[in-house]
């Protein structure tokens, strides 16, 4: 069982939009959830071959709200992957919901098909600052739905948190991770505020109700430290864990493992191919149904984007990079990177462990920054020590994907 898949289903539904959102999700079109069901089925059976020479171990139903979807629809999902792929019964099984849209009935249900992990949407523990970013529920009801997850039977859970929202202050902050904390779940992923174009939230960008960049570090820094001092050590940028207790599913993303999406704007990287499909239910469902093309965008990863997205996605994670892994794998001089790395240590945003670099809480901070400086520095190693760099850029051409292409990826 060398072969492994992650599998993400997108549920793009919710009962109403928050303000920050900007994943692919819609509020009010409850009426066309039974045709997405059907065509989110048929493709995942479209599938099959793609998924067969692999064993499904991370399954994760993402949105949306799939809570509000119901579970019925989930494990017919579910259902349908067992059937037609081969779906490990040690898989971890990750469903999203939201306090205000949990019920006992869906949650023995799911249990019962075989989710054992829940991912709750709690984002502040402060009732005022919920209502702002256009939450359902209070946190009386977030506490209420950690206690009905446990008594059925769910050992697994994490909770979402966003920091540096509107109005929020860093004794907010603190009394929101004290009270998450204190409720115990396994995990915790916890998001700086973005303000990305077309969302609500936008209308507070040059008001002095949002923390300045400074208030936003230092409830980092808090958290980092309030995080370890209670157990839940950092091992990813956003994301805490109980040891043991990391997700396995987007330890994928981070680690460069094969995964495939379902659902519009979903996206995949298997066998060194990326692609997503489109950010729209009514031509998902319309492609489906019709065979058109849903592909959104298409590219194959060569030598040249596999040793960048090492450095990426690795110095994300606390577990980082390794010289030797690097040279072995990508035939390419660690130099000048770690002459930058061991720069960045001096400063307190590095720390070589063994024979791994990683950044500290400081340089997760700068991470954008930081990252982007070693990628030049490892472009500039690769054309001076590497003569198949020259070679892979001279014969790489614009991926053209023909009109039927899009029924082989599903």
């Not at 409720?183 to 040059?206: A, M, N, V, W």
Request: proline residues 3%; glycine residues 8%; charged residues 25%.
């Amino acid at each position: 069982m060398d072969h492994m898949l992650g599998v993400y289903i997108h549920i793009p539904f919710c009962a109403s939009k928050c303000s920050y959102c900007d994943f692919y999700s819609l509020a009010g079109h409850e009426s066309k959830m039974k045709k997405y069901q059907t065509a989110l089925i048929k493709h995942i059976e479209e599938a099959a071959p793609q998924m067969e020479p692999y064993y499904i171990d991370t399954l994760y139903f993402g949105g949306g709200t799939p809570s509000f979807y119901g579970a019925k629809y989930i494990c017919e999902i579910f259902n349908t992957l067992k059937r037609t792929a081969k779906v490990l019964k040690s898989s971890e099984v990750t469903v999203e919901m939201n306090p205000d849209s949990i019920t006992r009935e869906d949650l023995r249900l799911l249990k019962n098909e075989g989710v054992n992990r829940i991912s709750l949407g709690i984002q502040s523990a402060n009732d005022d600052i919920l209502k702002l970013i256009g939450r359902r529920h209070t946190f009386k009801q977030a506490e209420q739905a950690i206690k009905m997850i446990r008594a059925e039977g769910f050992d697994n859970i994490n909770i979402d948190l966003i920091y540096g929202l509107p109005s929020q202050t860093k004794n907010d902050w603190a009394d929101t991770l004290s009270k998450t904390i204190a409720l115990r779940p396994q995990h915790f992923s916890c998001y700086g505020l973005k303000i990305e174009d077309g969302t609500d939230i936008c209308r507070y960008r040059e008001s002095e109700l949002l923390p300045s960049d400074d208030d936003q570090a230092d409830m980092y820094l808090y958290m980092t430290d309030m995080m370890e001092h209670y157990g839940y050590p950092q091992y990813e940028i956003s994301n805490f864990a109980l040891p043991g207790r990391e997700s396995k599913h987007n330890l994928k993303y981070w680690r460069l493992d094969d995964y495939m999406g379902f659902g519009p704007g979903a996206h995949s990287c298997v066998g060194g191919v990326r692609y997503s499909y489109v950010r729209s239910l009514d031509k998902y469902i319309d492609g489906v149904f019709s065979s058109a093309d849903i592909i959104d965008e298409y590219e194959k990863t060569g030598k040249l984007d596999r040793a960048s997205e090492y450095i990426m996605l690795g110095m994300r994670t606390v577990h980082g990079i390794s010289k030797d892994e690097y040279i072995s794998i990508y035939r390419s001089g660690f130099d000048k990177i770690e002459y930058l790395l061991c720069e960045y240590e001096k400063k307190g945003w590095a720390k070589l462990r063994g024979d791994r670099w990683s950044f500290t809480s400081s340089g997760f901070l700068l991470s954008n920054i930081l990252i982007g400086t070693l990628l030049e520095a490892q472009s500039q190693a690769k054309m001076s020590a590497n003569p198949w760099i020259l070679e892979e850029i001279g014969s790489e051409e614009p991926e053209i994907l023909m009109p039927n292409d899009g029924a082989t990826f599903g």
